[in-house]
Structures are given as C-alpha cells and as structure tokens.
C-alpha cells in the first residue's frame, strides 16, 4: 500500500511540484487522506490511512531522487 502511495506522489514528475507533499502541513495530508488515500486505495479507517501516510513520508524523505 505504502508503494503504491510513493509511486503516485513520485509519478507526478510532469509538473514537480505537484510530485511533492508536505507531510508537515496538517491540512495537505488531511486533504491526501480524504482527496487520496480513502478515494483511490479505498482506506477509509482514519487510523490506517494516517499510518500508510505516515511510512510514506518516511519513505519519501529517505529518497534524494525527487526534485526540490
């Protein structure tokens, strides 16, 4: 599931600011979780949604590949 979330966020490259999401903004990963998470995976357990979130921010802030 993690995957699938970094390979969406990272896929975005025609415009790459859109490709990047700031996990420290409350209010964009609330709009990633209902807009997202609950839409495209289906997860609409809050507390699921908020932890395949949370391992995708780790996982992205691992990766120096992306632009930014």
């Known amino acids: ?3 699938k979330i970094v390979k969406h ?3 975005r ?6 490709s990047l999401v700031s ?3 409350p209010k964009e990963l609330e709009r990633v979780k209902e807009s997202w998470v609950a ?6 357990d ?3 949604a908020d932890a395949s979130i949370e391992k995708t ?3 992205m802030h691992a ?4 632009a930014g």
């Open 1 to 3: 599931m993690v995957d």
């Open 9 to 11: 966020w990272a896929s």
């Open 13 to 18: 490259s025609g415009n790459p600011i859109s």
């Open 23 to 25: 996990c420290t903004d």
């Open 39 to 44: 839409k495209k995976l289906g997860i609409s």
């Open 46 to 48: 809050g507390a699921k």
């Open 57 to 59: 921010c780790k996982a």
């Open 63 to 66: 990766d120096n590949t992306r």
